[in-house]
């Protein structure tokens, strides 16, 4: 769907955008339900979507929409997904060892271009705070076992309970971190 902006004809167009620019009012047609442009408006060029990129075929549009939603994509989440789009349409246009052999210096240039955007989206997200340091997870999880055991040691069973609880929470700490390593996550030093 290609977004083209409509001009309008004749200065005192009620559809006329209100917009100053630097040559005076604009004369594109405003969006509907609004008295600006698209281009003035800066919004979105995918209404539904409200992603960073026009893609007009829908096999990108669905594509993307899946990719950027993946957990393990945090920032930058659509250039990463068109990234691994690429890297998916060269792979599949692969029909024999020539085609791999021709193919392998785009895919491993395609290949790099994520992971420097992952890293990239990782230090963004750990500078802005948006990700929280190994030490401040391991406080949190300390404050949540003292608190528990607070309210469940007084009850009848309550260490036995305690324990379990304990367990339950150690076991699910554990298959998270197994769960990065399966994923290739890069550790942090205090990690290793």
Not at 92 to 119: F, H, P
Not at 140 to 150: N, T, W
Not at 175 to 192: F, M, Q
Request: aromatic share 4%; net charge negative.
């Amino acid at each position: 769907m290609a977004h083209e902006l409509e001009r309008v004809n004749a200065e005192d167009d009620p559809r006329r955008c209100r917009e100053s620019t630097r040559t005076g009012q604009c004369w594109n047609v405003a969006n509907e339900g609004s008295d600006r442009c698209l281009a003035c408006s800066k919004t979105d060029l995918v209404e539904a979507d409200r992603r960073s990129y026009l893609l007009t075929d829908p096999r990108f549009q669905s594509r993307l929409a899946e990719l950027a939603e993946a957990d393990e994509i945090k920032c930058l989440r659509n250039e990463v997904a068109i990234a691994r789009i690429l890297i998916e349409e060269r792979l599949n246009k692969i029909d024999s060892d020539q085609d791999l052999y021709t193919a392998t210096g785009a895919i491993n240039s395609l290949l790099l271009t994520v992971e420097k955007l992952v890293s990239r989206s990782h230090i963004l997200e750990q500078n802005l705070g948006q990700l929280y340091h190994r030490s401040t997870v391991l406080q949190l999880m300390q404050a949540v076992v003292e608190v528990i055991d607070d309210e469940v040691r007084p009850l009848p069973g309550g260490v036995e309970v305690i324990d379990r609880i304990t367990r339950r929470i150690y076991a699910s700490a554990l298959a998270a971190r197994n769960e990065e390593h399966a994923r290739g996550v890069k550790l942090l030093k205090d990690d290793i």
